[in-house]
């Protein structure tokens, strides 16, 4: 009969362990070690907040800046400004490229004002840019970085990491993967009727990251066009009553009139910080792996996301393509993660 009972009392002590370490395991999900490259922006400065209050999963080493909405110095200091808003100076801010690998620059200040941050005043933030350039950064970083360990956001036009993988392709042994806001396919364009903004100011730099091989996920005007805002979910927003919620309230209500009235829908679209929702909750959103092609001929289709949705090509799958996503599961992460800015 002891032996009976010492072996129930092993069985449930090992059962007991074994539960702890299973619910421990599936709290501590890994963190994701993320680098955001980023043009900001009005949407950027909202996927910058987003992120920065999701620490618990997103592991920010740095944004990296670009040239895109507005000049260099406009989107660096607005990095800075949303670094700033989220109480987030531990993260530094590299600026990039000035302009693309090769077309004539382009902005975007008729949709994101001349600041580059529609519907605020924006000031000097205290702290400063870190030494050295972002390709730099992005170089060192990724040389070193243990085998596919880290993630890029890409919220701009991608010429930094274009540039950093022309000059040291090996840097590809350091990426887990890429998850970039670019891109149209069944939406059209937003900048011409083919391309989005993103790809149409750097083409041949989409070009040199997809022909780089690293794991791609597009998150194209195909999704970013199905979560918009709405008179409710601003309302959810402004709720909060904190000032993270009223700088994105702000920044949002003058964003969006841009496309509400482009399009004539009844909410305006958060691009960029649906790449943070996907970070933190991919299974808000459904895609395919599909094979994409960029078109930087200089003509109509220039800066055009050719996708073959249906594999008629039966050509190598270069990127997963998202094409839909949970709107309202969108707005409440996204409201929930506000909420614990100040
Ligand atoms: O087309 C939308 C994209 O272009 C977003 O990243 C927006 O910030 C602009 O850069
Ligand atoms: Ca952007």
Known sequence: MQRYAQKLHQFIRSFLLLSVITATGAQAAEKIDL?????????????????LASPDELNIR?????????????????????????????????AGAPKPLMRTPIYAENIHGKEGLSGVTVHEPKKGLAEGNAVNYLIDTLKKAKPHSITIAML???????????????????????????????NGGNITPVAEFNLFADPQAAEVVLKSGVKLTYLPLDVTHKILTSDARLKQIAALNNNASKIVGDILNEYIKGDMEHYGIPGGPVHDATVVAYLLKPELFTGRSVNVVVDSREGPTFGQT???????????KNAFWVENGDAQGFFDLLTERLKRLK
Do not use: C
């Open 306 to 316: 050719i996708v073959d949705w249906y594999d008629g090509l039966k050509a190598p």
């Open 62 to 94: 740095a944004l990296t800046t670009v040239a895109g909405n507005v000049r260099l110095d406009k989107t660096s200091r607005n990095a800075r400004l949303a670094r700033e808003w989220a109480g987030r100076e531990d993260v530094p801010v590299y």
């Open 156 to 186: 701009g036009p991608q010429t930094n990491l274009a540039l950093a993988l022309i000059q040291e392709p090996e840097i590809v042994q350091g990426i887990k993967e890429v998850v970039i806001m670019g891109g149209a396919h069944f």
């Open 35 to 51: 680098i955001i490259d980023t043009d900001p922006g009005a949407d950027d400065v909202v996927a910058l907040l987003f992120a």
